[in-house]
């Protein structure tokens, strides 16, 4: 990933091999990928389980051979995201980049793929305006979008009888996104929104003084996102300070991700979110890639992993219909559809977004540690056009 600099010498012998091997280093027939995750920081581990997943697939296609894959690390910086992904098509010459983890890297990034025609396959940031009003034919998203997740769950929580929420949320893109289709759905419904706070991204450290506030209001319910490092911290604090008791929790799923739930123990029992995937769906397509994916990595999947994993079944499709080098990617990538893991997956032909079911589950005690109770389902969720124009 880090490839100290090689003496001149040997960077020219490097260069002439590259040459033969023909453009961008790769053998006629073979793709070549970025991979674009963070490595560092605050979702680290969110990066790392993606690119699980996506090595899954590519293992399981039989093509791995095909693929020459070369990872850039994110660092969450939108500045880094960008300079990684000028590097990864300027010089590796990559015929497709994959993955991008903050809707504030993907902000950054959009532009420079689209004019550089260069397909982007998404494998979590769920930026809504990569796919509404800033989309393009060169992006695609296998994830989910900030809106598609949390306005449903605006509806869920009004139909479960919750008619008061106070909002929490990083203060970046995502959370910004978040709570806003959040709010809107809960108001249309009828609930109202007694308070709202925006925490600053990846440094928060103590959440009690939000907390304190939030639970001063009196809601029915507080509503958050948080992911990742954040995610663990916020859960502990919200059962340390004894809110836990008087104010359920809602949220995105990546609240409760089975990917650290663990490190958030008992404090997140009884705490009900929303997301796209939830290891404990009971389907012979999720039940085969739980098998596969423990095999290789000794431990359960999360919706990361999912994500990783479609993503590189998105791209192995497209190439297995016969798309070779970056137009021809972009075009075949945008018409994949299958019943993976998480359900029945496509790709929305008016925003390149995917479309697929939304899963409510509470988080519970388990045989074997904390696991996930579904309690309600939600099909075939399209995010809105919101403004997408190809
Ligand atoms: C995002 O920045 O879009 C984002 C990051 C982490 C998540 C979900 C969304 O778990």
Redesign the pocket.
Known sequence: MFEKLKPLSVRATLAACVMAAGVGGVNAGETKVGLLLPYVGV?AA?GNEIDAGFTLALEESGMAGDFVIVREDTEVKPPVGLAKARKLVLEDEVDVIVGI??????GAVRDFVDGAQVPLIVA????NDATGSRCSKYVARV??S?AQINRPMGQWLYDSGVRTAYTMASD???GH??MAAFSEAFIAAGGEIVGAEFTPFGKTKDFGPYLSKASAAKPDAIYV?Y??GE?ISFVKQYASLGIKGDIPLYG?G?LT?PLYVAAEGPAAEGVVTGAHYAPTLDIPENNAFKAAFIAKTGKAPS??AVQGYDAGRVLVEAVKSGASGREAIATAMSKVAYTGPRGALSIDPATNNVVQNIYVYETVAGDNGLTQKLIGQIDNVADAVNGCQF
Do not use: D, I
């Open positions: 979702y969110l983890v903050s809707s504030g890297v993907l979590n940031a769920g930026n994830s989910f900030n970046y893109a995502a996104q978040t996102f992911a990742g995610a995105s990546f991700s919706e990361f």
